[in-house]
């Protein structure tokens, strides 16, 4: 929808995911794609949803979203952030790679999409294949050449022409 910049935004619950986020920093960077997740950067006295996260999904060439539940208690619940920033991908129409720990269930709302599970020991291969399957699908190919010379496209544009 957007013209998009070499990066992946990663939306997350912070005090569920990091070992998976620490791996998907990895992949991205040996892939030349900048990784990016609102918790990285600090906007003091900014609209903190507009300028860390809906622009940054916006630039972005594709997403990731770990749908992974928070433990508050002993009751599993699912991050209402990173559910709304998966809102807003689906919105913006953007190639998105979600994620859930085989231990968790997909909530209602999400549950009819497709989603990766894994558990520890196959992230890091199932990651490595949708992040390349991900850049080959979402690369944006270099523009055409223009047919006619700049001087004959001046030329034109003086004389009112439109091509």
Known sequence: MFSSSPSCFIAYGFNRSIF??????TLLTDRRIEPYEAGGSSAT?????????????????FCIVLLNNETIGRVQKPNPNVH????????????????????YRLEFNVAGLDTIKYNNNSFKAKAAAAIDQAISQTAQSSPA????????????????AKF
């Open 84 to 103: 709304m920033e998966y809102g807003l991908m689906l919105g913006l129409n953007k190639y998105i790679i979600p994620f859930q720990h085989e231990d």
């Open 145 to 160: 050449a223009n047919p006619i010379s700049p001087d004959i496209n001046s030329y034109l544009v003086l004389r009112g």
């Open 45 to 61: 006295a900014q609209q903190v949803f507009c300028l860390k996260i809906c622009s940054k999904i916006i630039q972005s060439q």
């Open 20 to 25: 998976e986020v620490q791996l998907l920093q």
